[in-house]
């Protein structure tokens, strides 16, 4: 009788004791999962802010008004904008300002930062739009590339630059860039 | 005594007789109990109850010891575990950050290069690198002592993708039809190299006028390790 009690008494510390540690290693395990996921915050990146501030500099292949003024990337992206609300603007050899500018961003970035699975970064977005310094006025896009999957990146670095426009009704058009690492 | 000390005497000379006598002369000694303790211990157990009970509450005292035991390690597992994983944590934290403030410095000392006199653009552009002063500067070995890295590159867009020895050296003489533009090189064998995007611009001529041809580039500067290995 005393026996019984013994061995049932025992077998219930045992219990006990199993389910502390199951509970606590799981605990920890929730834990872990809870904070690698925590952090959606993106780091700014010194290298994709100097990269977007050299990339407006850039001279197309695009002249407006004669040959060789050729607009930079930032004049381009302006000229799209103006595309964008109506007044049709194209290059001397009659592209799209829309066209050439696209063209050559997705050339300067795949030869800058190719994407690849087996490259150092695996996708890209970039995206240019016109923000109105009146709150109530949404954000226009005026651009926007994607290449790749932001899925099961390593880390997501990121970077903008403000370009000023003076003479487009006092607002900016901002353009950011994003990167997801393999 | 004298049995005793007669057999230990004995047994040296022939012990299995000497056992025989020993155990037929005192048998319950020998045994190890003798008639007189078992009747001690019957007139004992009845007539002291604590015998029996003492020994109950021992045992369940030792379960109440054991159980605090098993308690004690299962808490303090616990807390090891939580502590490991916080410390991991903070300290991988704390690494990511000293890795990213070296890199950010780094980077902006390579940065205000292309901001020095001796390499900015004239039209006031910040990040940007003027080609045509760049290309003055090469093989002047007195650069070596000016600037703190133990290399200093910059490669032109046209050299984007491709491997090192695929790199058109820059010279006076095909210069700007080239990739690699060496400031200098003190070609140490530890060496880690940071790179950092730029405006690379020259002036260009077409129609009878000059303008600025800008083009995305690379700047890398090398470090030398000297407390590598």
Redesign the interface.
């Known amino acids: 009788m ?1 026996d019984r009690k ?1 061995r049932k ?2 077998h219930e ?2 219990g ?2 199993l389910i ?2 199951l509970v ?2 799981i ?2 395990v929730f ?2 999962i809870a ?1 690698n996921k925590g952090s959606t915050i993106e ?1 700014r990146s ?2 994709i802010s ?2 977007l ?3 407006m ?3 197309t292949d695009c002249a407006i008004n ?5 607009r ?1 990337m930032q004049d381009l992206i302006k000229e799209c904008y103006k595309d964008s609300l109506g007044n049709k603007r194209s290059c001397l050899d009659g592209r799209n300002v829309c066209r050439v500018l696209e063209e050559n961003l997705i050339n ?1 970035i795949d ?2 930062m ?1 994407v690849g699975e087996e490259a150092v970064q695996k996708a890209y977005n970039f995206a240019a739009f016109y923000s109105s310094r009146q709150e109530t006025i949404p954000d226009e896009s005026i651009i926007n590339l994607n290449k790749g999957s932001f899925k099961n990146c390593s880390s997501v670095a990121g970077s903008g630059h403000s370009l000023p426009v003076s003479s487009l009704g006092g607002g900016t058009i901002d353009v950011k860039l994003s990167i997801c690492k393999n | 005594m004298d049995v005793n000390f007669i057999t230990i005497h004995k047994m040296k000379k022939t012990k299995k007789g000497d056992l025989k006598i020993q155990v037929l002369k005192n048998p319950a000694g020998f045994l190890g109990l003798s008639s007189s303790k078992l009747a001690d211990l019957k007139i004992q157990a009845p007539t002291n109850l604590r015998f029996l009970g003492a020994s109950i509450f021992n045992k369940k005292g030792d379960l109440k010891i054991q159980e605090m035991a098993f308690m004690l390690l299962g808490v303090f597992l616990f807390f090891i575990l939580v502590g490991l994983f916080v410390l991991s944590i903070a300290y991988s934290n704390i690494r990511d950050e000293a890795t990213r403030i070296a890199e950010e410095r780094t980077l902006s000392a390579v940065t205000s290069i292309s901001d020095s006199p001796e390499l900015s653009c004239v039209a006031s552009k910040s990040n940007c690198i003027d080609g045509d002063k760049l290309v003055g500067m090469l093989n002047k070995t007195s650069y070596q002592q000016f600037w703190p890295f133990s290399s200093l590159k910059v490669i032109k867009y046209s050299g984007f993708g491709k491997k090192g020895k695929e790199l058109i050296t820059c010279t006076f003489a095909n210069y700007p039809d080239c990739d690699v533009l060496v400031v200098y090189d003190k070609k140490v064998s530890n060496e880690r190299t940071i790179g950092s995007f730029i405006a690379f611009c020259r002036k260009e001529f077409e129609n009878g006028y000059t303008y600025d041809k800008c083009e995305v580039g690379r700047i890398l500067a090398g470090t030398e390790l000297k407390n590598a290995g």
């Open positions: 005393l013994l008494g025992q510390i045992v006990f004791v502390v540690l606590s290693v605990g920890v834990l872990s904070l780091p010194a290298e100097n990269f501030s050299s990339m500099y850039t001279t004669y040959v060789p003024q050729y930079d300067l030869k800058s190719p």
